[in-house]
Nanobody, 124 residues
Framework: QVQLVQSGGGLVQAGSSLRLSCAAS????????MGWFRQAPGKEREFVAA????????DYGDSVKGRFTISRDNPRNTVYLQMSSLKPEDTAVYYC?????????????????WGQGTQVTVSS
């Protein structure tokens, strides 16, 4: 069974750091670009970051550049999102996602496997 299982998240104060994890199973992890998206209430799901299987390409959404870091541990089939200098506007449900292939993808419909989502709430 192909699945992405997320962990991490929670309630933190502005300026804090938090790390999200996403463990993949049932797929060949190194065949996939991994991404993170987020969705705030009443808003569209937004691209946050993505990393190719070889780490050769990494990219971030403009709103998180310089504050968030995506990484992956291929032997552990896990992708991470390290979030620093968190702001109240980072409050959202965060999703990890997998896209078959070796390029960075930015659109929600280019990812076909999704994690269950995890809530991140940043208080001011």
């Amino acid at each position: 069974q192909v699945q992405l299982v997320q962990s991490g998240g929670g309630l933190v104060q502005a300026g804090s750091s938090l790390r999200l994890s996403c463990a993949a199973s049932g797929l060949t992890f190194t065949s996939y670009t991994m991404g993170w998206f987020r969705q705030a209430p009443g808003k569209e799901r937004e691209f946050v970051a993505a990393i190719t299987w070889s780490h050769s390409r990494i990219d971030y959404g403009d709103s998180v550049k310089g504050r968030f870091t995506i990484s992956r541990d291929n032997p552990r089939n896990t992708v991470y999102l390290q979030m620093s200098s968190l702001k109240p506007e980072d409050t959202a449900v965060y999703y990890c996602a997998a896209s078959l292939g070796g390029v960075v993808r930015y659109k929600r419909d280019e990812y076909n496997i999704w994690g269950q989502g995890t809530q991140v709430t940043v208080s001011s």
